[in-house]
């Protein structure tokens, strides 16, 4: 991947794509809440993976004053789709969400590990976040509770990744976590240009 390929010029685009990964955990609620702040508790499992966004929304920056789109891909869970991500997924200029249950399922992390290799195995580059569901279940701690959250925490600090726990259902951490996912990206692409501006300038000097 080339230096400029995970970029934009951000005086001509604010558009940022995000891609929800994991397994059959929530992730569609998540973005429902996000883009619409509905939640359905019947809501099915998406069943395929299509490669165009789901649904995007407009959000502020405050620390920037600026507003960034963010356009966000919801992906199937299923395993038998798994191959086939990275034909449906952005290219380039995108972030990931990586989802995870960490009540219900047993071997939450571990199947997170796999759409993280996978993703990595395309994008070595591309900034991966973890977001842990259902935060709600908390009242009623489950077996697999305690395990898959220190699994988690040390996935975190394998991959240099932030957590967010976050519920759907409360409309809990949700929207905080979209606005630092934007604002972290919107950092990165300012110190980019800023970068790519002094080198500009060296260069009109030597000229």
């Known amino acids: 991947m080339s230096k400029g390929e995970n970029t934009v010029n951000i005086h001509n685009q604010s558009v940022l794509k995000i891609v929800l990964l994991g397994g059959i955990v929530g ?18 499992a998406t069943l395929y993976t299509n490669n165009e966004p789901a649904g995007s929304k407009t959000i502020s920056i405050p620390s920037s004053k600026v507003n960034i789109t963010l356009e966000i891909w919801d992906t199937s869970g299923l395993e038998r789709y798994l191959f086939k991500l990275p034909a449906y997924i952005p290219r380039s200029n995108f972030v990931a969400i990586v989802c995870i249950d960490i009540y219900e399922c ?34 009623f701690p489950s077996k697999y509770h305690e ?9 975190s600090e394998t991959l240099n990744a932030k957590v967010f726990k976050t519920s759907a259902k409360t409309d809990f951490n949700v929207e905080e976590m979209f606005v630092q996912i934007a604002e972290d990206w919107w950092c990165n692409q300012e110190e980019y240009y800023k970068l790519e501006t002094e080198e500009n300038s060296r260069c009109e000097d030597v000229v």
């Open 27 to 44: 992730k569609t609620n998540i973005l429902n809440r996000f883009i619409g702040n509905s939640f359905d508790p019947y809501s099915e």
């Open 106 to 139: 047993e071997d939450a992390v571990k199947n997170a590990d796999n759409f993280i290799t996978l993703l990595k195995n395309h994008y070595s580059s591309i900034p991966i976040y973890l977001c842990a569901t259902k935060y709600d279940l908390r009242k």
């Open 147 to 155: 395990t898959n959250l220190e699994k988690l925490m040390e996935l």
